[in-house]
């Protein structure tokens, strides 16, 4: 499917998205004037959120080069957003140029642009993006896309990245993760991410349950969860421990961790192997 297929359709310009939100925060670059009007109002209440959101990405970075470095090859990225640096598919290839990545999300800003990144890399034979929704299970492992580029019989590396808080609890989104889990082979790999505001300082907790509140004029409305909710998506995973679960600054950290940082306590983090 070329780029301008899904640019053809229609996007709902004056209503932000998590994922426009998401490449806002983390680039200071807005798709669209609607995005940065909203992602204002949103820093206003939560200053640190450039921090958390590079917090955030720099774990994915680090997720994927440990999984590669345990013999994963093959990644299915749900939820991967707007394409920036330290993409998936280009921190994997650092280390193997054979890996192969399926991307997948629901925003079709994210899927034109990347698809427009791919295409013009000359990455299409070993990396796509699908517009796809984490609660479709088998429209994501059934699409074309996914069977020609994933082996089923192989370890995959699922990457679930800041995404959880968007998935309401209505649609069960622990069951949701529970299908793809089950769609895995043995020895497969999952990482996540999920906001919380559970060990966060009373002033921080404030900022956070606010700016949270916001979402509810997005497409996508956040879900706040604890440490034993988070700790649920990775039944039948053993988790990597060390690190265990703990904050995305503090898994596996390639630099000094700053403990006093605001940012650092609202955001949990683990990786877990299929048994």
């Not at 921090?51 to 720099?58: F, S």
């Not at 774990?59 to 994927?64: D, H, K």
């Not at 082996?151 to 995959?156: K, L, Q, S, T, Y």
Request: proline share 6%.
């Amino acid at each position: 499917m070329a780029a301008n297929d899904f640019q053809a359709r229609d996007v709902d310009a004056g209503k932000p998205t998590s994922a426009r939100l998401y490449h806002y925060f983390l680039t200071g670059e807005p798709v669209f004037r609607s995005d940065q009007i909203f992602g204002d109002k949103v820093y206003d209440e939560l200053p640190f959120l450039h921090t958390w959101t590079m917090h955030n990405r720099a774990f994915l970075v680090r997720a994927v080069r440990f999984m590669v470095s345990q013999g994963i090859r093959q990644f299915l990225d749900i939820g991967s957003g707007l394409p920036t640096g330290g993409n998936t598919h280009e921190v994997a290839r650092e280390i193997d140029p054979s890996a192969r990545v399926v991307y997948v999300d629901k925003d079709l800003d994210a899927v034109a642009r990347a698809h427009q990144l791919l295409q013009h890399e000359g990455s299409t034979k070993t990396t796509a993006i699908i517009e796809g929704d984490l609660r479709d299970t088998e429209q994501i492992i059934g699409h074309p896309e996914s069977q020609r580029l994933l082996d089923f019989d192989e370890p995959i590396g699922l990457l679930i990245v800041s995404v959880l808080p968007f998935v309401p609890d209505d649609s069960d989104p622990h069951r949701l993760v529970g299908q793809l889990r089950d769609c895995l082979p043995t020895g497969s790999q999952f990482a996540a991410t999920h906001v919380s505001l559970e060990d966060a300082d009373d002033h921080t907790k404030q900022q956070g349950t606010i700016a949270a509140s916001l979402y509810k004029d997005t497409a996508d409305p956040v879900q706040l969860r604890d440490r034993a909710t988070f700790v649920r998506f990775f039944d039948g995973f053993t988790i990597q421990d060390p690190p265990g679960v703990t904050y995305a600054t503090d898994w596996l950290p390639d630099q000094p961790v700053d403990l006093d940082e605001p940012a650092r306590r609202c955001n949990f983090a683990a990786v877990g192997r299929k048994l």
